[in-house]
């Protein structure tokens, strides 16, 4: 179902758990009664267009709205979801993780542990990359501003895959590898937060993919035709 | 890999009352699964059953009416056959001219292990899954784990297995392409829980 901002918020929600996220880096927060997603946005200054086009992407994979999307509302929704895997996410992971792998071997633990670590840096310099390179230039272009010619939306390498395979490494290692330190419950809980932060960081690139950078394309397009006028 | 069925219809076609007899006893020792016969001692009986039986696999020998032409019998619309699997049944050494269209050959001296094989390929199964078996590591790339565990570099490894740098970097990307694991941190643990190395060796 495509949702319209008639919808009620709460409904939304509870259709697609999975929205809650999304809600949370727009921004909003929980405790909006029946109100429908424009009250809600125009209370929390979010714009609706934006926010719906999101919300049905992830709850639907429907891109017929990439065009409504405005650049500055995604960066900012973007930069909101690197703060919450960067500040939030993968330190409680990694505590969580130092949890169930101890008990077992000193080195084995330790292994795992400098394995997560080392996922945990590539995906924040991935992240941080696009804070400080990706969304102030689209935020300049937004503005208006020419930019120089040396960097374009389409140039900015995706290291998507690259986040994926490290993460899928991880579960692999720690599911056929990782040998019994009777702590079973705490490493199958850490276990579903892995799949289900790799579940939410894919759908991340993929608004990135498929919602943002059309977007950010479109708008370097129509700037590229009025600086040629 | 196809999935088993519960039963298959067998067809044996063998004038010889104690040939036939035993065929069918030693398949029911060799199939895993249950097997429906109909036994068939003479041509004329072989026309007028076979294609109400519509058997999976017809086993018979070559000399069955002189003469067992498979591609005839497989051409021929009416006995609707076409998909049936045709096993020679030989007591001597197998000869082209007289397996020609049979799709698999069970001799009298088999074992009950090479019938089994055969039951299994003509009833479309593939051999037992050797993909996996592929995957495994060489002895060569298990030795290249441990040293690259022990934290030696490639061109140290090179010379300690008396390898070019190249085959090393060749033996480590198969490495990665069989097990997924492209970081040297994740191979130390996946060569500590397979005992290839002690885990005081890890560096």
């Known amino acids: 179902m495509k949702y319209t901002e008639r919808h009620r918020l709460g409904d939304i929600i509870c259709d697609h758990y999975q929205l809650l996220l999304v809600m949370s880096r727009f921004g909003m927060h929980l405790g909006f009664g029946d109100k429908c997603v424009k009250d809600v946005c125009d209370e929390r200054g979010v714009d609706c267009k934006t926010f719906l086009a999101v919300i049905n992407y992830v709850s639907n994979g429907d891109t017929s709205d990439a065009k409504e999307v405005s650049v500055t509302e995604m960066s900012s929704f973007l930069r909101l979801s690197h703060g919450y895997y960067l500040d939030f996410l993968f330190p409680r992971l990694r505590s969580k993780l130092v949890e169930a792998v101890s008990g077992a071997d000193e080195k084995m633990s330790q292994l795992v542990i400098d394995f997560f670590d080392s996922y945990m840096a590539g995906v924040s310099k991935h992240l941080t990359y696009e804070d400080n390179v990706v969304f102030p230039y689209v935020e300049k272009l937004a503005c208006g501003k020419s930019v120089d010619d040396s960097f374009r939306i389409v140039s900015y390498s995706r290291k998507h895959e690259q986040i994926d395979s490290m993460l899928l490494e991880l579960k692999s290692i720690i599911i056929k590898y990782f040998p019994d330190n009777g702590k079973t419950n705490e490493m199958n809980a850490v276990l579903y937060e892995i799949f289900s932060c790799e579940a939410d960081l894919k759908s991340h690139c993929d608004i990135e993919d498929n919602l943002f950078m059309p977007a950010v394309m479109e708008l370097e397009k129509s700037l590229k035709k009025t600086k040629e006028a | ?203």
């Open chain 2, 1 to 203: 890999m196809k999935h088993k069925r519960e039963t298959f219809k067998v067809a044996v076609a063998e004038t010889s009352l104690i040939l036939r007899s035993g065929v069918v006893s030693a398949i029911r020792r060799a199939a895993d699964c249950e097997v429906l016969f109909l036994e068939i001692s003479t041509p004329q009986e072989f026309d007028s059953k076979i294609s109400a039986y519509a058997p999976d696999i017809v086993i018979v020998n070559p000399l069955f009416n002189g003469r067992f032409v498979v591609s005839e019998i497989r051409d021929n619309k009416s006995l609707g056959l076409s998909d049936t699997k045709f096993i020679a049944l030989l007591s001597t050494l197998p000869t082209p001219s007289l397996t020609d269209g049979f799709d698999e050959v069970i001799n009298l001296y088999d074992s009950s292990d090479q019938i089994h094989a055969v039951l299994d390929r003509a009833m479309g199964y593939d051999e037992p899954d050797i993909s996996s078996e592929e995957e495994q590591l060489s002895k060569r790339e298990k030795e290249i784990i441990c040293e690259v565990v022990k934290g030696y570099t490639n061109k140290e490894i090179a010379d300690h297995l008396n390898l070019s740098v190249f085959t090393v970097l060749t033996h480590r990307r198969n490495i990665a392409r069989k097990l997924q694991i492209h970081s040297s941190t994740a191979l130390a643990i996946y060569a500590i829980a397979n005992k290839l190395v002690s885990i005081s060796d890890v560096k």
